[in-house]
């Protein structure tokens, strides 16, 4: 029964480069639509608008002219050429992100935020898989993605430890009928054929004081996964489809109304992952996996937001009010585990599946007061409040050997939750002089949760409701100095926290005894960065360039009581690293840039409680990873015909921690690949046909080993396999 016990705990885990662009100036509350004068890029990344040169932070930004030219429709066509991000996956939908190293490898909450312009996607907690079921938001209409890489709790707040991962989407235009529409189709190699669809179409009305912004898209991908046990092919098949509805309002130069309304459905049929042995071996072929029962997912993903902002003059007041909701159902056959488990206790069965269902209801409010930017003194104070309400369901259902459904309760629970956060923040930049400027900034939240544990069955039981509340605070100072327009050096001083919360409460069968704590703590970290960013003045030449020391204490850590997943904080953690940019542009027509960067994220103390010793490394970080992107336009030749490729390498990982009960360890090793792409303009249609990883590459970017405890397999999540296709576009 103690094995019994261990197992059912395990079943509860399982449970590019920056380029510079000069946009039109916008209010710091919308996503500003760029223009390409200038050839440099304004964000919106520290809630006001600046140039990218100009924010004292390591940022990558990603304009959808550089997506197009990935032919990124997801996640992971981009991921790995973002320095400094790492992810695990199980397919589209299911993913967990991390940055500069913050992470454990399963994380029990988010350590990375993720927002739909201003607003946060997800829950704040623990309690409804977040940090594993993180958004992968389609990529069209998209005006850029921005990475915030280093502890954003001061103006983001909670669960932005490693940074924030922003989608700003194209905001309506109050002057010209205009659009775009994409289509593609490809092929993968021991896959099928993919293909994609969108269309956006802006139109504005009422004498240029609304427009309209309507927008769709649709993506099928055929999986490469095979499954030789069930005599099924192409497994991880997804489709993934949505809209936007975007209608601003500006009746006076003062004021602006934007509502928005975003849905997103991903579908996929099985878990895209291949089965090997802890020494990396394929268990069958490389892209094969034995299950004896599908493992469908699927997501629904609503939001609607609206932003009012108004300017007086001197300060610019913006509200931003949203209500969302996700709902994820997913399926994990862990029959490799609990089918000879449970017949050592006498219950024989053929198969056994962990059905989950995961819900958010989330409502946000968050009022801001920003200074112009033209004073000696710049300052922005706020508030945020959230009101969150999870759902966490999993039930055991087991086979008997005949194929139908057994009527016995093995383990059946339900984990409804609150989150109640409210917080205030601001900060206060000073400029002594034009080029030297000091900034601080301080927030404060208080936050209220609520979780009850409501169970049955043979291996779970019911608990009474827990509360638990946190007070932090987090904070911000830098220092900034321009050299010139175009050079700037800084240094930074951030925290950043995950909320703490009451546990999963355990009891020992025989003598009542608590086995883990009533709650769990905030964990919290402290990042210290010096950073140089600059070009020349023909911006023929650009470097941005950072070197960052974290301190990382009480992490947050899933381990298992009693046969039940608990939260538990275990230890602390040192990460060191860099991340260098560089971009060349030795003509109008020709570009490179490179991105490297530098992790080494380990702990700083023995950990028990993860099988881990002072010195091991955490979890899927990479010690090196390296992106390159070249590319040529014949801009003065009929056709315009354009040439470019992608050069991407991640050093090896490790998947767990060497003596961890319950993840063994796996080894991911080191894998590089090519993409190239070319294309020609025809009047207002481009046309592009690329490869992506050229040579087939058998690059694997994540595992999970909850299975291999009794000898399971490794759930292996493999990089897309060869991939030739045809894009065709065209804006009007």
């Not at 094995?3 to 710091?28: E, K, N, Y």
């Not at 235009?173 to 775009?180: E, K, V």
């Not at 404060?444 to 009474?464: D, K, M, R, V």
């Amino acid at each position: 029964m103690h094995r019994a016990w261990l197992f059912v705990g395990t079943a509860g885990l399982l449970v590019l480069c920056p380029s510079d662009v000069l946009a039109q100036q916008a209010a710091a509350s919308e996503p500003e639509q760029r223009t390409q004068a200038g050839g440099e890029i304004v964000v919106t990344a520290q809630k006001r608008a600046e140039r990218l040169l100009d924010v004292p932070q390591s940022i990558t930004a990603m304009p959808a002219e550089h997506l197009e030219r990935l032919q990124a429709t997801q996640l992971r066509d981009y991921a790995n050429t973002v320095p400094a991000l790492s992810f695990t996956t199980s397919g589209v939908g299911q993913s967990q992100i991390s940055l500069r190293g913050v992470t454990t490898g399963t994380d029990a909450g988010p350590t990375v935020g993720i927002y739909v312009d201003d607003v946060p996607f997800g829950s704040s907690s623990a309690f409804a898989n977040a940090a594993s079921l993180g958004l992968d938001a389609g990529l069209f209409d998209l005006d850029r993605i921005e990475v915030l890489r280093g502890p954003q709790g001061t103006l983001y707040g909670a669960s932005t430890m490693g940074g924030v991962l922003r989608y700003i989407t194209v905001q309506p235009d109050l002057l010209a009928y205009g659009g775009q529409a994409r289509a593609g189709i490809s092929y993968t190699d021991g896959g099928g054929a993919n293909y994609d669809g969108a269309a956006a179409l802006n139109v504005p009305f009422v004498s240029d004081k609304a427009a309209l912004r309507a927008s769709g898209f649709y993506t099928h991908d055929d999986g490469f996964i095979d499954d030789p046990t069930r005599g099924e092919d192409g497994i991880g098949r997804s489709r993934i489809y949505g809209g936007r509805l975007d209608l601003l309002i500006q009746p006076s130069s003062e004021l602006s109304v934007r509502l928005t309304a975003f849905a997103q459905n991903i579908y996929r049929d099985g878990t895209a992952t291949a089965d090997y042995t802890l020494a990396g071996d394929p268990i069958a072929g490389k892209r094969e996996q034995g299950r004896v029962l599908a493992e469908p997912f699927e997501q629904r993903f609503r939001l609607v937001s609206g932003t009012i902002a108004y300017d007086f003059g001197g300060a610019e007041l913006t509200s931003i009010s949203s209500y969302q909701t996700v709902r994820s159902r997913y399926r994990q056959d862990i029959s490799p585990v609990y089918v000879p488990l449970l017949g050592s206790l006498g219950l024989n069965f053929g198969a056994v599946a962990a059905d989950n269902e995961r819900s958010i209801d989330k409502f946000t409010q968050e009022l801001r007061l920003a200074s112009s930017d033209t004073g000696t003194v710049e300052w922005l104070v706020g508030g945020f409040y959230t009101h969150e309400d999870t759902g966490n369901g999993q039930v055991l259902a087991p086979y008997v050997t005949s194929g139908s459904l057994s009527p016995a309760d093995l383990f059946t629970v339900e984990t409804p939750s609150t989150y109640e956060e409210i917080a205030g923040f601001g900060n206060v930049t000073v400029h002594f002089t034009p080029a030297f400027d000091v900034t601080g900034g301080m927030r404060y939240a208080h936050n209220n949760q609520w979780f009850e544990q409501i169970g049955s069955g043979l291996l779970i039981g019911s608990l009474p409701k827990a509360k638990a509340k946190d007070d932090i605070v987090t904070w911000l100072a830098n220092a900034r100095y321009h050299f010139s327009r175009n050079a700037v050096a800084y240094v930074r001083f951030a925290t950043g926290y995950r909320p703490g919360g009451p546990n999963f409460v355990a009891s020992d069968p025989a003598t009542g005894e608590l086995l883990a704590p009533a709650t769990f703590d905030p964990d919290t970290l402290k990042s210290y960065e010096l950073g140089f960013k600059g070009k020349t003045a023909d911006k023929t030449f650009g470097i941005d360039a950072a070197l960052y020391h974290i301190d990382w204490k009480d992490i947050q850590a899933a381990s298992a009581a009693a046969g039940i997943g608990v939260l538990v904080n275990a230890g602390k953690a040192k990460i060191d690293g860099g991340e260098l940019t560089l971009r060349a542009d030795p003509a109008r027509n020709v570009n490179f840039s490179a991105a490297f960067a530098y992790q080494h994220a380990r702990l700083a103390a023995d950990e028990p409680l993860l099988g881990a010793k002072e010195g091991d490394h955490l979890p899927n970080v990479p010690r090196y990873s390296v992106a390159i992107n070249g590319d040529w336009t014949g801009k003065q030749m009929n056709l315009r015909p354009t040439f470019g490729a992608t050069l991407r390498f991640v050093s090896d990982r490790v998947a767990s921690f060497d003596a961890n009960p319950n993840l063994p360890q796996y080894r991911l090793p080191s894998y590089a690949s090519l993409d190239l792409r070319a294309g020609v303009s025809l009047g207002l249609v481009d046309a592009r046909l690329f490869v992506r990883n050229l040579f087939d590459t058998q690059g694997q970017l994540s595992a999970q080993t909850a299975l291999s405890v009794l000898g399971g397999p490794a759930q292996v999540a493999l990089l897309q396999p060869r991939t030739i296709g045809l894009s065709i576009s065209s804006h009007f």
